[in-house]
């Protein structure tokens, strides 16, 4: 049953096998009923699913995992519990509440999302993909998994977990990216006749509880006797994936400069890396910069002495790249100003800036013993 895609076009389906991809979308739902886990996004069985929540979720869930979102999602929805609240909020705000999620760019499209919904739709979302399609940040998954969840339409989005599902099930040889057009026609098969948003997440839960990356507890699966990844016995090397290749590691310097109990800070340009996020002011990030070059690109203040090199450095992994930052720190006369685009801030509010994981990591540094 191992498929690539030429041999998908050419299979002949016997009987048997229409009754078998007949049985699963049944089998599914019916673990499912038994087994969904309990997120704080997701409505309990027999409430309707609300479109804002769902929608939030999505966003934060994008390569964030559950564990990580959760107390994030719950943040938002007191702080804002509508699309409209949410909407009528200020980018800052909510760039300092994403602070530490990763991935700042989402921030920004969820404001941008929200403040069109409200302008544009009425505090409504629209419920067809293409609707949702047009909306800032919402891309073909994202619209298929709200369009499927808040709406019920009848679309299969397919995420981490529910490809490595349908490639282990089918035993797609055709490795990632290649295959997903593959997995998606074959994940669409799974769709039972109604309930598409619960078939979705049904696969979802089953890829993140039984369908595991390492040691799938295959035994407790419902489509173990229809698995062709199972019965061969290699379920645990699919998908088949094409190596990444590692981005090139840039080395900077980040400058920790103190006046009395206030840290001076600036706002990075809103787009780009880390984009309208909250720094200490850096170097260039560069690929094989040494620390002499870096050095030479420090914050200029009037009365700031020596520089003192902290012990060791700070290192944080992009989606592209490895960071090395040195962290330099010194410190300032009472009065001293902040230079043009840079503030002082009390160190002990650091917490109400939007500083990403980097950044917090850098201050840690420089701040320590």
Do not use: H, W
């Given at each position: 049953?191992?498929?690539?895609?030429?041999?998908?076009?050419?299979?002949?389906?016997?009987?048997?096998?229409?009754?078998?991809?007949?049985?699963?979308?049944?089998?599914?739902?019916?673990w499912y009923d038994r087994h969904r886990r309990k997120l704080p996004w997701r409505p309990l069985p027999g409430e309707d699913p609300d479109p804002y929540r769902v929608w939030l979720s999505e966003i934060m869930l994008q390569q964030t995992g559950v564990k990580w979102v959760a107390p994030y999602f719950e943040k938002f929805v007191a702080r804002w519990p509508s699309v409209n609240d949410l909407g009528r909020a200020s980018l800052d705000d909510v760039l300092r509440m994403w602070a530490g999620l990763g991935y700042y760019s989402r921030a920004r499209n969820l404001h941008a999302c929200a403040v069109a919904v409200k302008r544009d739709h009425g505090g409504a979302f629209p419920d067809t993909e293409e609707g949702l399609r047009?909306?800032?940040?919402?891309?073909?998954?994202?619209?298929?998994?709200?369009?499927?969840?808040?709406?019920?339409?009848?679309?299969?989005?397919?995420?981490?977990?529910?490809?490595?599902?349908?490639?282990?099930?089918?035993?797609v040889e055709e490795p990632l990216p290649q295959a997903k057009p593959l997995i998606q026609q074959l994940a669409t098969t799974l769709l039972g006749a109604t309930r598409a948003g619960d078939s979705a997440q049904a696969l979802?839960?089953?890829?993140?509880?039984?369908?595991?990356?390492?040691?799938?507890?295959?035994?407790?699966?419902?489509?173990?006797?229809?698995?062709?990844?199972?019965?061969?016995?290699?379920?645990?090397?699919?998908?088949?994936?094409?190596?990444?290749?590692?981005?090139?590691?840039?080395?900077?310097?980040?400058?920790?400069?103190?006046?009395?109990?206030?840290?001076?800070?600036?706002?990075?340009?809103?787009?780009?890396?880390?984009?309208?996020?909250?720094?200490v002011p850096t170097s260039e990030w560069r690929a094989a910069q040494d620390d002499k070059a870096a050095l030479k690109q420090a914050v200029k203040l009037k009365g700031l002495g020596k520089w003192h090199r902290k012990a060791g450095v700070v290192t944080h992994v992009f989606t592209h790249f490895p960071l090395e930052l040195v962290v330099y720190t010194a410190t300032v006369p009472a009065r001293t100003r902040a230079p043009d685009g840079m503030r002082w801030v009390p160190i002990a509010t650091l917490s109400d800036e939007a500083l990403p994981n980097v950044m917090r990591k850098v201050i840690a540094h420089g701040l320590g013993e």
């Open positions: 049953m191992s498929l690539s895609g030429a041999a998908v076009r050419r299979k002949k389906v016997s009987s048997s096998n229409r009754e078998e991809a007949a049985a699963r979308p049944a089998l599914l739902l019916a047009a909306l800032p940040g919402i891309g073909p998954y994202t619209a298929a998994a709200i369009a499927a969840i808040a709406f019920g339409r009848r679309t299969m989005p397919v995420d981490g977990n529910i490809e490595r599902v349908v490639s282990r099930l089918f035993a979802m839960d089953l890829g993140s509880t039984i369908c595991t990356p390492k040691k799938p507890a295959c035994a407790l699966c419902p489509l173990n006797d229809d698995c062709s990844g199972f019965a061969r016995g290699d379920q645990e090397t699919f998908p088949r994936k094409v190596a990444k290749k590692t981005g090139e590691l840039r080395r900077g310097a980040a400058f920790v400069v103190t006046r009395g109990d206030e840290l001076l800070v600036r706002t990075r340009p809103e787009k780009g890396l880390l984009g309208g996020m909250t720094e």
